[in-house]
């Protein structure tokens, strides 16, 4: 008799007996990020490790057992410190900046301005999203989903809206994701088939002093005029400084390897594990990734426009597609600015070209997060 | 939980047009400072070259196109094969 209730008891502790709708919505979600992670390859460095953590995090935890990301004590709580520490993202910083080449960027500098213009999305949704009642600390962490940087957006709403990491980290991975679906008709429609069939001129060799000094003078000037920025920046341009020096090559093999790769699977793992529904499925999440999409297609919008209005005062016309790229999301929407070229001339290349926009905006997106700090922080 | 209080008065309250425009104007001038850094780049570093010049222009390796021992490694062995090959 008492084996029967012992049964009945630990039946009772089943994540069947305590699962609910919220959670099954979830753990269907994250076999749908997994799903495209390996059937699509949408963005599966990142989407298959969100997407096991939303089903693991969304197994319903036995009251008294520390288990969840939330619980103190939980071995998951140890690795999501260092998501709401904001340690990881400076760290993936690091790594790009290992693995980044700013070459293109070097030998065409007018072509960053299109990574400021891109960061018009962040500021128009911060708006936006004060309109529609957020508070300003709140507003700013979703308005920089619309710098299509991951990293960048978990940093600094896990400074200024910790409640919100959750949401904000989905919505700014899955919009990165969606790089190729939301792009391309904003691309075409503020474009005319002339404009997209605009060839640029090959980028000048740059030299090695010139890499080597760049990623010291470019911190310098950033750090100094937004200092909030100085570890997103600071990381990124000393992975950068690693690579280039040639003198650090180990240290640049495993910024660029090894260790973002840690990071990555932590970090999106943990993220993921943070989405429980208790917490997630809010009507205020709903918004989050409305304004989300919105800040990343003014964003995209912002770059294109741009581009055309420097068109109007430069002899040698730049290809306004490549405005796009000024979101970062790197190198995604550089390859998608090569792939809408193409489609109108297969011939034209402007892969190398997206890429000085592309890792410009990885700057920009960064200086946002350090202005909105230093300006929101209490 | 948030309330969805549709108003212009928010966006009033919170300096949402004011940050806007600082922080787009900070971003602008931030990256046009590396810009025009990056155009004068060249002609300092011809000032610098002049000065310091590199005597042996291969002793500053390109990190782009250094080839690794791996690579050497595998076009030696190569050789070698297509060698005893013949």
Not at chain 1, 170 to 180: C, E, G, N, Q, T
Request: aromatic share 8%; hydrophobic share 55%; glycine share 8%.
């Amino acid at each position: 008799m008492i084996s029967v209730k012992i049964l009945f008891e630990f039946l009772d502790t089943t994540g069947f007996a305590m699962m609910t709708w919220g959670n099954a919505i979830m753990i269907v979600v994250g076999i749908i990020f997994v799903s495209l992670a390996i059937i699509k390859d949408y963005e599966p460095l990142l989407l298959l490790p969100i997407g096991f953590g939303v089903i693991v995090g969304n197994i319903p935890s036995i009251q008294g057992m520390a288990l969840s990301v939330y619980e103190e004590g939980s071995v998951l709580s140890y690795i999501y410190f260092g998501v709401s520490k904001g340690i990881f993202p400076p760290l993936i910083f690091l790594g790009i900046g290992a693995m980044t080449d700013f070459s293109t960027m070097l030998s065409n500098p007018k072509l960053i301005l299109l990574g400021a213009a891109a960061q018009v999305g962040i500021f128009i949704t911060f708006i936006g999203a004060l309109y529609l009642g957020f508070n300003p600390s709140d507003a700013a962490s979703i308005g920089i989903i619309g710098g299509a940087d991951g990293p960048t957006a978990i940093f600094l709403s896990s400074k200024l809206a910790p409640h919100l990491l959750g949401a904000i980290a989905i919505a700014a991975y899955s919009y990165m994701a969606l790089v190729p679906v939301i792009q391309p008709p904003i691309m075409k429609l503020l474009t005319s088939k002339k404009e997209r069939l605009i060839r640029m001129k090959e980028p000048r060799h740059v030299t090695q002093r010139e890499k080597i000094i760049f990623p010291v003078v470019a911190f310098l000037v950033a750090a100094l005029i937004a200092p909030g920025a100085i570890v997103l920046i600071g990381m990124l341009f000393l992975g950068n400084l690693l690579k280039e020096s040639c003198v650090t090559e180990r240290l640049a093999n495993t910024a660029r390897n090894a260790m973002i790769d840690i990071v990555t699977i932590l970090l999106g793992f943990s993220v993921g594990a943070s989405t429980q529904a208790q917490a997630f499925l809010t009507n205020q999440s709903l918004l989050i990734f409305g304004l989300g999409a919105l800040s990343f297609c003014i964003a995209t919008a912002g770059g294109v426009l741009f581009a055309k209005f420097m068109n109007l005062f430069l002899k040698e016309k730049i290809n306004p597609l490549i405005g796009a790229a000024g979101v970062s999301a790197v190198p995604d929407s550089a390859r998608v600015v090569q792939m809408v070229g193409q489609k109108e001339d297969p011939h034209n290349f402007l892969l190398m070209h997206a890429m000085a926009p592309n890792v410009a905006g990885v700057i920009g997106s960064a200086i946002c997060a350090g202005i909105l700090w230093s300006v929101l922080v209490k | 939980m948030i309330e969805i209080n549709l108003s212009v008065q928010n966006i009033l309250d919170g300096h949402g047009i004011e940050i806007a425009i600082i922080g787009m104007m900070v971003v602008f001038t931030a990256l046009t400072l590396i810009s025009a850094f990056i155009s004068l780049l060249p002609s300092v570093l011809r000032i610098v070259n002049f000065i310091y010049p590199i005597k042996d222009p291969l002793s500053l390796p390109d990190s782009s196109d250094t080839p690794k021992d791996e690579i050497l490694a595998a076009i030696g062995s190569a050789l070698h094969a297509a060698e005893i090959g013949k």
